[in-house]
């Protein structure tokens, strides 16, 4: 009798299923089907009672969501297949283990944490840094880390929360010594492809990509970075920072930094990738991109149409002859020779302590043909990173001078020529 029943009540039951199944698992198929399958946490730093560094005029945690937030913008105005999530977008406070979280839930692709940078005692100092975890290779770094872990005092149980990290105790530091990071090679990625940005599309002087132990990228399980857009202790970076055209060019590297990222990364995964990074050109040609505020579907087509003019056009020539002329005097007059040593090349990135570094601080990298090259030094001044060598040569006798234009690695004749014709002008 039981059987029957069961039975007959079998069908619907299995259809009943299948709803309830479907239902069940909606919200990841209409993920997909609308194609959100890249997540994107931007993480404006501080926030609520906690203001960040505090400048003359303005408090860090105002810089961050600014700048957050227009970046945030142009990602969902012009990617359709990517979810930006804030772990604010307004003025509260949100405790640092709870944006990592945040991130964690929404099983990120990607952790982008925004800060602005500061310097007690009244020194100065200029530019755009991007951070990664790891164990900080000089005191400088670690004040850095020591700075913005410290916000965490700012929540009442911090000792029980963080398993009793003191912020601002050398000694608390060393659980980032030992600690393996699976995701050091593609965060390195990302913040070397944001400092490109930042000396390319923001022209600011380019401070490098440097480790250090900082408690929230320490706990997402995503490739995470950490940027420094300036310091809000220099007026002048400060002031630029407030200004709508600072916060929107820095908001427009990072963005261009991202896109990259996401290209290069659905090439590893698929082999193809429908993300273009438009050239500065492109991006002013198509205020169109910019300015539009909710119709992403129309944004793909306008990409499309950017991808095919490009293909059309020679990627030299449209460097050096762009159709209009006030593009050529931008893109010219501002272009940078830097000189740089490269010490030695891995085909992994190094631990800030290892041995072929030779003690050597502030050292920085750059990535060719998947070999990571190290520098030390850096400078517009030919003659000044020539005695630099000169200071190094004993550790490093193979030591050599390379040149940079806008970041690009160029013929060190040419610079040096260059360098030279310029100085006798
Ligand atoms: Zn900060």
Redesign the pocket.
């Known amino acids: 009798m039981h059987r029957i029943i069961d039975m007959k009540l079998n069908r619907p039951y299995i259809l009943y299923i299948f709803i309830c199944l479907w239902l069940l698992f909606l919200p990841s198929c209409t993920n997909h089907l609308w194609g959100k399958d890249f997540v994107v946490v931007i993480d404006a730093?501080?926030g609520g009672h906690d203001p960040?560094?505090i400048g003359k005029i303005s408090k860090?945690k105002n810089i961050?969501l600014n700048v957050a937030l227009k970046v945030g913008n142009l990602i969902k105005r012009n990617c359709d297949d990517v979810k930006v999530i804030y772990t604010r977008s307004k003025d509260v406070f949100i405790p640092l283990d709870r944006r990592a979280e945040i991130a964690n839930n929404a099983k990120a692709d990607l952790f982008i944490s925004i800060?602005?940078?500061a310097l007690a005692n009244n020194r100065t100092a200029k530019g755009a840094s991007t951070w990664t975890l790891g164990l900080a290779k000089s005191d400088a770094n670690l004040e850095v880390a020591k700075?913005?872990n410290s916000?965490i005092l700012y929540e009442s149980d911090y000792k029980t929360r963080y398993a009793g990290f003191n912020p601002n105790s050398a000694e608390s530091y060393i659980i980032f010594e030992f600690m393996q990071d699976k995701y050091m090679e593609q965060s390195v990625h990302l913040a070397s492809l944001m400092q490109k940005q930042f000396r390319q599309t923001c022209r600011r002087a380019d401070r490098g990509v440097h480790q250090a132990g900082f408690l929230v990228l320490k706990a997402s399980a995503m490739p995470s970075i950490l940027i420094?857009l300036g310091f809000i202790s220099t007026p002048e970076e400060e002031r630029y920072l407030n200004s709508e055209e600072g916060a929107g060019t820095m908001a427009k590297g990072i963005y261009r930094a991202f896109l990259n990222y996401k290209r290069e990364h659905e090439l590893r995964l698929t082999g193809v990738s429908r993300t273009i990074v438009p050239t500065e050109q492109e991006e002013d040609n198509a205020p169109a991109i910019a300015q539009k505020d909710t119709e992403s579907v129309n944004t793909a087509p306008q990409q499309e149409k950017l991808l095919a003019e490009a293909k059309t056009k020679p990627a030299a020539t449209a460097k050096t002859a762009p159709k209009r002329p006030i593009v050529v005097e931008s893109a010219t007059n501002d272009s940078e020779i830097t000189f740089k040593i490269q010490i030695l090349t891995s085909s992994k990135p190094l631990a800030k302590n290892d041995k072929r570094l030779k003690g050597l601080k502030e050292v920085d990298y750059y990535k060719e043909g998947g070999i990571y090259k190290y520098t030390y030094g850096a400078s517009a001044d030919y003659n000044k990173v020539l005695r630099t060598k000169r200071t190094i040569t004993a550790q490093f006798k193979d030591a050599f001078i390379i040149a940079f234009r806008n970041g690009e690695k160029m013929n060190v004749n040419e610079a040096i020529a260059e360098f030279k014709k310029r100085r006798n002008k």
């Open positions: 730093g501080h960040g560094a860090e961050n800060h602005t940078n700075r913005e916000v420094e």
